[in-house]
């Protein structure tokens, strides 16, 4: 990263606007903070230039700021209006420094501050304001020392609203003009100069200027309103509990606003809770879904934590741009568009989406708002709590949907990431921005929220909650940290043991693998266990690793079980079993975090046991089949035979996992005439599923797993078998459902979860004039569903001139910076168009970059993941190498994307040829 400090950089200087008097008049006039008192010194005549300020970039803080000063209280009076490019602001900082200083360090970045003061006790001086970092850090400089004790920091600025998402930033949506935030993880300081660290929590007060048609939401209620003598409407708000900047949110706009009445008190919480919706002008009859549903998704948080949702009210909000899925900001929650204004239309995984992330944000206002971890090296306990207890929470929203079933599913993904030498561990110390951009992935969400299920069996569900409440009402309104959490546990649950065993998955990287075997020569058969380092073909990763894992083991006789459960501490273990079975289970339940190997024969026999297995189960035995595969000990035909086996399993996460792994070999490691022939083989298994079996119309009263094996099913035969036939009448449904010219969409055409691979086929078969008409609907539309469904069939079109049009529109005013990134993902995803997709990036790099927020620029390094070829891997590391450094998050979303490269480059060469034998003998 570049710095700012020296001339060439130039501080930010005072930009003219407001004055002192200004401020204080402003402060008088509000009754906060203390009108000037007649006999305060007042230092003004020192300024040090600060071209010259001898610091140099090692010395500056640029992780945590030091403990010389802390923030105990905000008192922040903003003028946001959307209209405009700029905002200004007021910010008054009560501390307390604890040593005496002559400067202070803080956040703040693009600031123009004009006016800075410290006051303490009797003096009050000007201090001279700099930022010295691109990063956001800032120096105040004062004239004399200040001694330990009180002070009150004032500043005054104003700054531009940014422009990619992150701070405080506006969205156009036709003609009118609305600003947002998203602070998360160190964006407040584009807001306002403090200090921009998760373990300063404080409370703040909080009051906006806005224009009188706006409306002005933040964290808590308004508590009056007041005209300014410049005719804007200044609305003042409560005081907060203590929150930590990153928390903090502001939307202003000209909302519709959704009013649907208070969350009713119930069995935990004694008063109703205050509840709105809030989205774009035109979009509030959208909110009903959302609004409805809200109080089932609640509800089981508070009854789990048994204590009531902890801030004064809940507001939850649809932005139309955004740059995350959501952000859990106390009281204002915010979302993108597509999660949180659904309709009858919306497909299953639409509401999957919807209950998974809503009650995530839920989650969050115990888990990281009312609990707060201290630094960012345990944000998993905000992430991967709000992972796993949303599951629990949705599950008991939706049972229908299966969300435990797609919680595993998504865990079993991240072990592909965790299976890499450059994985993080869960808990990663924390030294650069780039680590604190790299938390926020897959690790901490879903190897996190696995870890926990894991560990929730092992000490039991309710002695696991009692852990979890006690760590609540240890810290409530506090921060602390993993240890702190593992001692509630410890303490909680009554089991000392699940410290040292948890730790072993936290604070080391990597997924375990569990050899299983069984002696039963003599009558006391015997089940051994051997644990090391997964490790898939041409990795360099070291696999001698010891964890201790909370293995179960499942010993499968007739339709006997006899289930075993062990800590698995050593290396090896060996466990006496009742009788010798006929088949073993290594993961019985699935919950647990680790890949499994089994003999040949033991494969086949489990694999005639499919029937006795859950769904967790056997979405765990095709990841560890899977798994032996990429290791270079299951053969590939075992993969084969298992196929159309597995294709029968009735829930749908089971019936089409495999299908998927398959897609992926079949697009990446074989040639032409091979994957023609892979193609073939998923159509002839899947197709006869989805037209014989479950046909295209749903039925009354079929069941969500129905549904979405039907939306599965037909994504598969769309986008990776050779199914022409069932391709072509999708695309006639499509045709209707996106309807005439002249005319209106037929939205009773497609069901939700067709709707998808529907308008795929139509691009696929109907190409360009097709194309045409979906991007009419599209520019007519501000629905971000139906926006995101057609951009997602026009990125992934097999036709050059209609990638070409998506490609020329993302760098253009008409989609969206989240959409920008959408059709990046889709292009480098599919086979089809990754070529051309990979010669735009290189092309139009820094017009693409431009579009995207800074944290959404490691992006820009995965696409290139799913190559599979020496000269791309050349290509990769000539483009990237030089521009590494200079993307933030990016060295390590580099360095995994070559080793994925490499690792299938490894596959590759060791396995075509068995495929394509395989293949060829069926
Ligand atoms: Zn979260």
């Known amino acids: ?69 802390i923030p105990t209280h905000y008192a922040l009076d903003l003028e946001i209006d959307p209209v405009r490019d700029q905002f200004a602001g007021r910010v008054t900082i009560d501390v307390r420094i604890t040593e005496p200083v002559d400067r202070i360090y803080l956040h703040g970045r693009g600031l123009q501050v004009s006016a800075a003061t410290l006051t303490a006790g009797q003096t009050r001086m000007t201090a001279d304001y700099a930022q010295l970092h691109d990063s ?17 920091l004032e500043l005054e600025y104003q700054a531009d609203f940014s422009t990619t998402l992150d701070g405080l930033y506006k969205v156009v949506e036709n003609d009118r003009a609305y600003a947002f935030t998203q ?26 200027s806005a224009r009188p048609g706006d409306v002005v939401i933040t964290s808590t209620p308004v508590r009056r309103s007041e005209t300014t003598i410049d005719g804007a409407i200044r609305h003042v708000f409560e005081t907060t509990p203590p929150l930590p ?53 609640l509800t089981p948080l508070e009854a789990y934590f048994g204590s009531p949702h902890p801030y004064p009210k809940l507001d939850i909000i649809a932005a139309p741009d955004f740059a995350f899925g959501a952000m859990e900001n106390v009281g204002a929650i915010i979302y993108r568009e597509q999660l949180l204004l659904l309709d009858a239309h919306a497909s299953l995984g639409q509401q999957r989406s919807f209950g998974m992330v809503h009650a995530h944000e839920l989650a969050h206002q115990w888990f990281g708002n009312l609990v707060t971890p201290a630094w960012w090296d345990d944000i998993w306990l905000n992430e991967a709590f709000a992972t796993w207890m949303a599951y629990k929470a949705a599950d008991a929203w939706r049972p229908d949907l299966l969300l435990p079933l797609q919680a595993q599913r998504r865990a079993l993904d991240t072990m592909a990431t965790d299976s890499l030498q450059s994985t993080r561990q869960i808990r990663q110390p924390i030294t650069s921005n780039d680590d604190i951009l790299n938390a926020f992935d897959g690790i901490t969400y879903r190897k996190g929220g696995a870890v926990l299920s894991m560990f929730e069996r092992f000490v039991g569900e309710t002695a696991f909650r009692d852990g979890v409440r006690l760590h609540m009402e240890r810290h409530a309104h506090g921060v602390a940290t993993a240890e702190d959490f593992m001692q509630s546990i410890a303490d909680g649950s009554q089991n000392p043991d699940v410290v040292p065993a948890f730790r072993s998955f936290l604070e080391q990287p990597g997924v375990p693998l569990i050899e299983t075997g069984l002696d039963c020569a003599d009558d006391s058969p015997t089940l051994t266990l051997r644990q090391s380092r997964y490790r898939p073909l041409g990795s360099a990763i070291d696999a001698n690793r010891r964890w201790q894992v909370p293995v179960c083991v499942a010993a499968l006789s007739g339709d006997q079980r006899e289930q075993v459960c062990h800590l698995l501490t050593e290396p090896d273990a060996s466990i006496p079993l009742g009788r010798c079975p006929e088949a073993l289970l290594p993961n019985a339940g699935g919950a647990g975090y680790y890949r ?19 769904p967790a189960e056997q979405l765990s035995l095709i990841d560890s089949l899977d798994a032996g595969f990429r290791a270079g000990v299951v053969p590939f035909d075992v993969l084969a035979n298992a196929l159309p086996v597995l294709a029968q399993q009735p829930n749908y996460e089971v019936a089409t996992r495999l299908s998927q792994a398959w897609a992926e070999y079949q697009s990446q490691l074989v040639d032409a005439p091979v994957r023609a022939a892979m193609k073939a083989r998923l159509a002839s298994v899947h197709a006869p599923q989805l037209s014989e079996q479950l046909g295209l119309d749903p039925r009354p009263d079929e069941s969500a797993n129905t549904a979405s094996l039907r939306g599965a099913l037909a994504r598969i035969l769309v986008e990776d078998a050779d199914a022409p036939a069932l391709r072509a009448q999708l695309a006639q449904r499509a045709d209707a459902y996106i309807g005439p010219s002249d005319g209106a969409m037929d939205l009773e055409a497609l069901s939700g979860d067709l709707i998808g691979p529907a308008l795929q086929a139509g691009v696929i078969e109907r190409g360009a004039a097709f194309a045409q008409r979906l991007w009419r609907r599209f520019d007519a539309s501000t629905d971000a569903i139906l926006r995101q469904r057609i951009l997602k069939a026009l990125s992934r079109a097999p036709q050059a001139d209609v990638v070409s049009e998506v490609q020329r529109r993302a760098l253009g005013e008409g989609l969206r910076s989240n959409e920008v990134i959408q059709v990046l993902r889709e292009q480098f995803e599919t086979a089809a168009t990754r070529a051309q ?34 000269s791309r891997r050349a290509e990769v590391v000539r483009f990237f190498e030089p521009r590494v450094d200079d993307l933030m998050g990016a060295p390590r979303a580099y360095a995994q994307t070559l080793e994925r490269i490499d690792l299938c480059l490894a596959l590759r060469e060791a396995r075509a040829e068995q495929i394509a034998a395989v293949m060829a003998a069926r």
């Open 837 to 870: 997709a990979w010669d735009w990036l290189r092309q139009d790099f820094e017009a693409i970059r431009e579009r995207l927020p800074d944290y959404a620029q490691d992006r820009l390094v995965e696409t290139a993941e799913h190559f599979c070829s020496e």
């Open 183 to 208: 602070f998360e993880a160190i964006s407040a300081r584009l807001a306002f100069p403090g200090f921009d660290e998760p373990r300063f929590k404080v409370p703040f007060d909080l009051a906006v």
């Open 136 to 152: 956001g850090v800032a120096l105040l400089t004062l004239p004399v020392a200040v001694s330990a004790g009180q002070a009150q």
């Open 1 to 69: 990263m570049t710095t700012k400090i020296g001339p060439g950089g130039g501080p930010f200087r005072l930009a003219g606007g407001f004055g002192l008097g200004l401020l204080v008049a402003g402060l008088v006039a509000c009754g906060q903070g203390q009108p000037e008192a007649p006999d305060t010194e007042v230092v003004t005549d020192w300024v040090q230039p600060t071209a010259e300020l001898p610091v140099r970039e090692q010395d500056l803080p640029l992780g945590q700021l030091g403990e010389a000063v």
């Open 596 to 614: 499994w190997s089994l003999s040949a024969e033991g494969w086949t026999a489990l694999l005639q046991r499919l029937d006795q297995l859950t």
């Open 245 to 297: 900047t990153y928390l903090i949110a502001f939307a202003v706009g000209p909302f519709d606003m959704r009013e649907p009445g208070p969350l009713p008190a119930n069995a935990v919480r004694d008063i109703p809770l205050p509840f709105r919706g809030v989205a774009a002008a035109g979009k509030g009859p959208q909110l009903a879904y959302a609004l409805d549903e809200t109080e089932a998704l």
